[in-house]
T-cell receptor, first 115, second 111 residues
Framework: GENVEQHPSTLSVQEGDSAVIKCTYS??????FPWYKQELGKRPQLIID?????GEKKDQRIAVTLNKTAKHFSLHITETQPEDSAVYFC??????????????FGSGTQLTVLP | DVKVTQSSRYLVKRTGEKVFLECVQD?????MFWYRQDPGLGLRLIYF???????EKGDIPEGYSVSREKKERFSLILESASTNQTSMYLC??????????FGPGTRLTVL
């Protein structure tokens, strides 16, 4: 099955700096890569996603890049703000999941933005 | 507005008890999922269901079972709870665009 590795597990940045979280996946047939943000005590929420026919996608201060050859994708947050502090999860869709669309998640990154 | 609800936010049970965690979605989604979330391990898939009465094992199904009698409800069952099943349990359902919507979670403690 799919295996997703996420780094780093914790990341601290100064407010206004950029943050980058990286993930690698094992199944070359995976074709959908979402990122979820989970604030303390709340449910994970989708913040951005990318499909394998696209190399980069941007939404205001967040962007995701995908390198299919190397099987890795990254989340970039620019001009970080204290409200960006949260746990971020990457995921990859298993292409061979049959009838259901199944995601495999990374282990998460705790991002702390220091004021 | 998308809505996924779980029956309890916090639950305390004793070793050996049978535990039911309920998840309900009002979006007519076919696919529903149960995950457990543990520090440093991310979200791990326990079971999922792609239709009524249909279920498939995820990555860590041991010690769990599920029930999907109606489309909107997906139940996770711990037949005989053990202390290593203390965790946060998250239910999710999926849109046609593949976005998973999560419930608020149930923090289960097994004593």
């Amino acid at each position: 099955g799919e295996n997703v590795e996420q780094h780093p597990s914790t990341l601290s940045v100064q407010e206004g700096d950029s943050a980058v979280i990286k993930c690698t996946y094992s199944d070359s047939a995976s074709n959908y890569f979402p990122w979820y943000k989970q604030e303390l005590g709340k449910r994970p929420q989708l913040i951005i996603d990318i499909r394998s026919n696209v190399g980069e996608k941007k939404d205001q201060r967040i962007a995701v890049t995908l390198n299919k050859t190397a099987k890795h994708f990254s989340l970039h947050i620019t001009e970080t703000q204290p409200e960006d502090s949260a746990v971020y999860f990457c995921a990859a869709e298993m292409a061979s999941s049959g009838s259901a669309r199944q995601l495999t998640f990374g282990s998460g990154t705790q991002l702390t933005v220091l004021p | 507005d998308v809505k996924v609800t779980q029956s309890s936010r916090y639950l305390v049970k004793r070793t050996g008890e049978k535990v039911f965690l309920e998840c309900v979605q009002d979006m007519d989604h076919e696919n529903m999922f149960w995950y457990r979330q543990d520090p440093g391990l991310g979200l791990r898939l326990i079971y999922f269901s792609y239709d009524v009465k249909m279920k498939e094992k995820g990555d860590i199904p041991e010690g769990y079972s599920v029930s999907r009698e109606k489309k909107e409800r997906f139940s996770l069952i711990l037949e005989s709870a053990s202390t290593n099943q203390t965790s946060m349990y998250l239910c999710a359902s999926i849109t046609g665009y593949n976005e998973q919507f999560f419930g608020p979670g149930t923090r289960l403690t097994v004593l």
